[in-house]
């Protein structure tokens, strides 16, 4: 995950985020439907258990042959409890988020409704990783940390090490420092890019259990994944933080699984030397094969000059697909509509700008495939900002769509008058 918010919207992937560069990873448990295997009977006797280093050991070698690559160096993981993971998110969370980063996109979040107007994004992050990690890489530090709560080397414990030791694989072979998720400006395409790191890992960890746990060692991972108490603030944050978050693993994992499919592990090699530029291409992975770039858009530089004395432009970034149908979903209760009406996505930016006694100004610009892309969004959009009390307007030019939402008519207004 970036080791800094990502801006706009993706700012919230932050909070399942990407081993390989500095923040925290959740290891997902696979279902037991995913990695369900006949349980072995019972011994006599007790079988003796093996000490952690080889348990590690053994997990190290087979993820190895699994994923067909092979280490550069030797990792060990980093055993912590809950109370030291709680300081260590709190930390990186404040070393690698700026304070005016974080301010501006829970600005935006809020701007588009997303978030109520008295959470805190901070306050979500930090609940959210503290509740839900069990552990992550860091690729600056080329450390590798499991979450014990139980103090155990249960199944939990086997199956994040199989996961983030992946990260290290990946990282090794492929320097994770070089896939720029970081960038502040390009959400969408670290988001992408985030989802080909974690789906990969969330494939090798899923043969790696489907292979070494027993029927009652998966009934104990997902007793333990469905914490009542982490089930109830993962549930209980908004659609944007929840599904944003955990995108990278699910959707990741089928665009992996696809890339698997025409031409198994040497395929997912040549996707981490040419990764997907946009979520539109995880989504569709026909995008992906035919390489269909996102449509570059850019927002006029002068508009912060035409808005007047005391506005500043604090944010620019691009939504991307997958991201503008969460929002879109504010105005229907269907997800298959609002997913529709994000298809046929072409390319973005928005831009959020603030100026005095709290008054601020959203602008997204949107680029589509065909005119009857743009105007299916323009009409969902139109639909969203009403639905959401927005103060906005959804403008319709061709194969382009323009929408502007201020804190007050007069800040859309004067936001509508810089543009032209």
Same mark, same amino acid.
Request: aromatic share 6%.
């Given at each position: 995950?970036?080791?800094?918010?990502?801006?706009?919207?993706?700012?919230?992937? =932050?909070?399942? @985020?990407?081993?390989?560069?500095?923040?925290? #990873?959740?290891?997902?448990?696979?279902?037991?439907?995913?990695?369900?295997?006949?349980?072995?009977?019972?011994?006599?006797?007790?079988?003796?258990?093996?000490?952690?280093?080889?348990?590690?050991?053994?997990?190290?070698?087979?993820?190895?042959?699994?994923?067909?690559?092979?280490?550069?160096?030797?990792?060990?993981?980093?055993?912590?409890?809950?109370?030291?993971? *709680?300081?260590?998110?709190?930390?990186?969370?404040?070393?690698?988020?700026?304070?005016?980063?974080?301010?501006?996109?829970?600005?935006?979040?809020?701007?588009?409704?997303?978030?109520?107007?008295?959470?805190?994004?901070?306050?979500?992050?930090?609940?959210? $990783?503290?509740?839900?990690?069990?552990?992550?890489?860091?690729?600056?530090?080329?450390?590798?940390?499991?979450?014990?709560?139980?103090?155990? =080397?249960?199944?939990?414990?086997?199956?994040?090490?199989?996961?983030?030791?992946?990260?290290?694989?990946?990282?090794?072979?492929?320097?994770?420092?070089?896939?720029?998720?970081? #960038?502040?400006?390009?959400?969408?395409?670290?988001?992408?890019?985030?989802?080909?790191?974690?789906?990969?890992?969330?494939? #090798?960890?899923?043969?790696?259990?489907?292979?070494?746990?027993?029927?009652?060692?998966?009934?104990?991972?997902? $007793?333990?994944?469905?914490?009542?108490?982490?089930?109830?603030?993962?549930?209980?944050?908004?659609?944007?933080?929840?599904?944003?978050?955990?995108?990278?693993?699910?959707? @990741?994992?089928?665009?992996?699984?696809?890339?698997?499919?025409?031409?198994?592990?040497?395929?997912?090699?040549?996707?981490?030397?040419?990764?997907?530029?946009?979520?539109?291409?995880?989504?569709?992975?026909?995008?992906?094969?035919?390489?269909?770039?996102?449509?570059?858009?850019?927002?006029?530089? @002068?508009? #912060?000059?035409?808005?007047?004395?005391?506005?500043? $432009?604090?944010? $620019?970034?691009?939504?991307?697909?997958?991201?503008?149908?969460?929002? =879109?979903?504010?105005?229907?209760?269907?997800? @298959?509509?609002?997913?529709?009406?994000?298809?046929?996505?072409?390319?973005?930016?928005?831009?959020?700008?603030?100026?005095?006694?709290?008054?601020?100004?959203?602008?997204? *610009?949107?680029?589509?495939?065909?005119?009857?892309?743009?105007?299916?969004?323009?009409?969902?959009?139109?639909?969203?900002?009403?639905?959401?009390?927005?103060? /906005?307007?959804?403008?319709?030019?061709?194969?382009?769509?323009?929408?502007?939402? /201020?804190?007050?008519?007069?800040?859309?207004?004067?936001?509508?008058?810089?543009?032209?």
């Amino acid at each position: 995950m970036p080791r800094r918010l990502t801006g706009a919207l993706a700012a919230v992937v =932050l909070t399942i @985020g990407v081993a390989g560069c500095g923040s925290p #990873v959740t290891s997902p448990s696979p279902s037991p439907t995913q990695a369900a295997q006949t349980p072995q009977p019972p011994s006599a006797s007790p079988t003796p258990t093996p000490p952690p280093e080889e348990v590690y050991a053994a997990i190290k070698e087979r993820v190895i042959e699994i994923r067909g690559v092979e280490p550069k160096k030797d990792i060990d993981p980093q055993v912590i409890d809950e109370a030291d993971l *709680k300081t260590r998110v709190e930390k990186l969370f404040n070393d690698e988020n700026p304070a005016p980063v974080v301010k501006a996109n829970e600005r935006l979040l809020k701007g588009l409704k997303l978030i109520p107007d008295d959470a805190s994004l901070t306050k979500m992050y930090l609940d959210l $990783q503290s509740s839900q990690i069990a552990g992550f890489y860091d690729s600056d530090a080329k450390e590798l940390f499991v979450v014990s709560r139980s103090g155990t =080397l249960g199944p939990t414990e086997r199956v994040t090490f199989a996961h983030e030791f992946t990260h290290a694989l990946q990282d090794q072979t492929f320097d994770l420092n070089t896939f720029d998720l970081e #960038v502040l400006d390009q959400g969408d395409r670290g988001l992408a890019r985030l989802s080909l790191i974690e789906g990969d890992a969330t494939a #090798v960890m899923t043969v790696w259990a489907q292979e070494n746990l027993s029927l009652v060692e998966l009934l104990q991972l997902s $007793q333990e994944a469905s914490d009542p108490k982490a089930l109830e603030i993962l549930n209980g944050l908004p659609p944007v933080i929840r599904e944003g978050a955990l995108f990278p693993y699910d959707a @990741g994992l089928k665009f992996v699984l696809r890339v698997q499919s025409t031409g198994g592990e040497p395929a997912v090699d040549d996707a981490f030397h040419d990764p997907p530029a946009s979520t539109e291409q995880i989504l569709h992975f026909e995008k992906y094969e035919d390489r269909e770039k996102p449509v570059a858009v850019a927002i006029d530089e @002068g508009i #912060v000059g035409r808005l007047g004395n005391g506005w500043k $432009q604090t944010l $620019q970034d691009t939504l991307g697909e997958f991201q503008l149908g969460l929002w =879109l979903r504010l105005g229907t209760d269907q997800q @298959g509509l609002a997913q529709q009406a994000a298809a046929g996505w072409g390319g973005d930016r928005v831009a959020l700008y603030e100026g005095s006694n709290d008054r601020w100004a959203i602008l997204m *610009k949107t680029a589509w495939d065909s005119e009857q892309d743009a105007l299916e969004f323009r009409d969902a959009a139109a639909a969203t900002i009403g639905a959401s009390d927005s103060i /906005g307007a959804a403008n319709l030019d061709g194969e382009t769509v323009r929408i502007m939402i /201020g804190s007050d008519d007069a800040a859309r207004e004067e936001l509508a008058a810089a543009l032209e």
